[in-house]
Structure formats: structure tokens, C-alpha cells
């Protein structure tokens, strides 16, 4: 069976740079072509694989810097591993900088378009869906102000609204399902659910160890680029949880 999303031996490193490395010729030049060679190399994944199936939902967990967001977005095709392979099949929908390319001097409706189209949609799809989005947001009474006027929370939602107006087939969500008041999560968890229920493979990172225990059927515990546990959801969130309070109570008795 061939699965939406395969992920073989990804391994990724970053190389980063002294704060005093040279940025244009003539600064090498004068420095002797000193400072060109990386400070030190990151190793931020290493043999990661696992695959998910359609209909079925992942959670990737782990601490900050673990290389959960570095995963998710090699999946979405920002970047490429070093070594190892990612294969996705069917259009895909990324949650991971919600609102970024939204431009504040435009309106709802005008971002709106503007960005279903980059996300893949056709001007005739976006047409056809825009009330839905529009009222997905509850922004019905704002879409045509600049978006400079909107409040953080109505951006998010607008953001959120279009990004899964796309109905991918793989969609990949980076710690956005806490965007507005309670109601609207609940919207936003819902039509997550509905994905799921018509057969999309869902990627989500999160530190919200109950949304992974209530919404996913697999999961995958990182930690500095490694992966320790994949496996059932719930056991892999509890192997977690043990984790994170084993490591809290170490730190409070020291």
C-alpha cells in the first residue's frame, strides 16, 4: 500500500556562521577570505522515517528545538534533507506561518484571493468558496476593510479560514489550532476532523499533548533531531508526558 506521506532516513544539518562572517566580496577581500568556513555544523534531524496513511493523523511532539518544525517543513517542501528521501502524493495544505503573505494594506476579501491562488486554487474556486470562507472567519462585517485594521485574532482567523479552503490531500499544521476564542477553536479542530474524515493524511506539531491523545492515530516523539518513540498516540504522548515530568523533577530537586 503506498501512503500519502514516506518519509525514508531524512537526516538535516544546518551550518551556522560566526556574527563577524564577511557578506560581501570586497569584506573578504580585506579579511583574507577569513571567516567563509561555517562556526559549526547543527545536526537538526538524523534517520528520521515513518510513514502516514490516508485518513490517518501524526503528531509530532518534542521540546523546542527538537526538529519538529524542521520535519514539517521538509514535508511541505521548504528545504530539502541532506540525506533520505520524502515522497508526498496529492496536493498539499501547510498551516505553519499562518498569515504570512497577507498584506496589510489590502483588504480581507482582496487577501483573500490573493492567497488562495498561491495556495494553489483556482480564481473560479476561489469565487466559489469565498462566502464560506468569509463566514468560516466570521468576519462577514470586515472583509472589505484594509487588513491593518483587523486585530490579531481576526487576522489569524481569516488566515486559518483560507488555508484550508485548499481541501488538501496532506495537510501539515505547526501549533496553529490555538487562533481565536474557544468557539472558534472548536470550529478549527472540526474542520480538521472533517479532513481527516475524507481520507487526508494530517501532520500536526504541537505541545498540546491532549489534542495528539485526541486526534491522532500515530505519533512521533523527537529530541534534538532523533527520534525516540513512533508509534499509537497515546502511547507515545504518555512516554512523553513521563519524559517531561521525569526532567522537571530532576531540575526542581537539584
Avoid at 490573493?114 to 472583509?143: K, S
Avoid at 491532549?210 to 498516540?233: H, I, K, M, S
Wanted: with cysteine; glycine share 10%.
Amino acid at each position: 500500500m503506498v501512503h500519502p506521506v514516506q518519509v525514508s532516513h531524512v537526516t538535516k544539518r544546518y551550518r551556522r556562521h560566526s556574527r563577524h562572517r564577511p557578506y560581501t566580496l570586497q569584506e573578504a577581500v580585506a579579511r583574507g577570505f577569513g571567516g567563509l568556513r561555517p562556526k559549526e555544523t547543527i545536526l537538526a534531524l538524523s534517520e528520521i522515517s515513518f510513514d502516514v496513511p490516508c485518513g490517518a493523523m501524526a503528531g509530532i511532539v518534542g521540546a523546542n528545538g527538537a526538529g519538529k518544525s524542521t520535519l514539517l517543513r521538509l514535508v511541505g517542501g521548504v528545504g530539502r534533507p541532506d540525506s533520505g528521501s520524502i515522497r508526498t502524493d496529492g496536493r498539499l495544505g501547510a498551516m505553519i506561518d499562518l498569515g504570512v503573505g497577507f498584506h496589510p494594506d489590502l483588504t480581507g476579501r482582496e487577501n483573500v484571493r490573493t492567497n488562495g491562488v498561491i495556495g494553489g486554487l483556482t480564481r473560479r474556486e476561489i469565487n466559489a468558496r469565498l462566502d464560506d470562507i468569509v463566514d468560516f472567519a466570521g468576519l462577514r462585517d470586515f472583509i472589505d476593510s484594509p487588513l491593518r485594521t483587523y486585530s490579531s485574532g481576526m487576522w489569524m482567523r481569516l488566515a486559518f479560514a483560507v488555508a484550508t479552503a485548499v481541501r488538501p490531500d496532506i495537510l501539515l499544521v505547526d501549533e496553529v489550532l490555538a487562533v481565536g476564542d474557544a468557539a472558534f477553536q472548536e470550529k478549527c479542530l472540526a474542520r480538521i476532523r472533517d479532513f481527516k474524515a475524507r481520507g487526508s493524511s494530517i501532520l500536526l506539531v504541537t505541545h498540546q499533548i491532549g489534542l495528539v491523545e485526541r486526534l491522532c492515530d500515530l505519533a512521533l516523539w523527537l529530541d534534538a533531531g532523533r527520534l525516540v518513540e513512533l508509534g499509537p498516540a497515546p502511547q507515545v504522548a504518555q512516554s512523553y508526558l513521563a519524559h517531561v515530568q521525569e526532567a522537571q523533577l530532576a531540575q526542581a530537586t537539584d
